[in-house]
């Protein structure tokens, strides 16, 4: 093989985990879950303290990273630990809310075979998060996300 040949490759584009995920259903639960996320007594105030009135902004962000994970769209490029890093109030058990909040709205948008995957990603992600920001060479991830 040449490196002609190797140039002449187009890029890989990974296939999205489920067919029944679609771009709709990401958007919905999205939308869904950050207004579930606003009535939160608890991470209400926390996300309006970080995010303000830049809702819309912020929605939109969090569509592109969902369809990332989900439709392996590519299309975030953010970096989330320091950004969850930022959040002066953030406790631990904040992702646990988090999460619950997480699986009902999930469980509502997609079909039944595709909804665990979706919260399987979920949980990888807030446990990746909460090592970030509380973890140590000591600690365990909460029975949370498992």
Wanted: glycine share 4%; aromatic share 10%; no cysteine.
């Amino acid at each position: 093989m040449t490196d002609t040949d190797l140039a002449a490759r187009p890029p890989r584009v990974p296939e999205p985990h489920f067919a029944t995920v679609t771009r709709e259903q990401v958007s919905r639960l999205v939308d869904d879950f950050y207004g579930e996320i606003r009535k939160d007594p608890r991470l209400g105030p926390v996300f309006d303290g970080v995010i303000g009135d830049n809702w819309p902004a912020h929605l939109a962000r969090m569509k592109q990273f969902w369809r990332s994970v989900l439709l392996k769209t590519a299309e975030y490029s953010g970096r989330p630990v320091p950004a969850h890093m930022g959040i002066p109030d953030l406790r631990e058990d904040d992702f646990r809310i988090w999460l619950e909040t997480f699986e009902t709205t999930a469980n509502s948008v997609f079909e039944p075979e595709a909804a665990p995957h979706v919260v399987a990603a979920a949980r990888r992600i807030a446990a990746s998060l909460w090592l970030a920001r509380f973890g140590s060479p000591f600690t365990q991830v909460p029975d949370w996300s498992r």
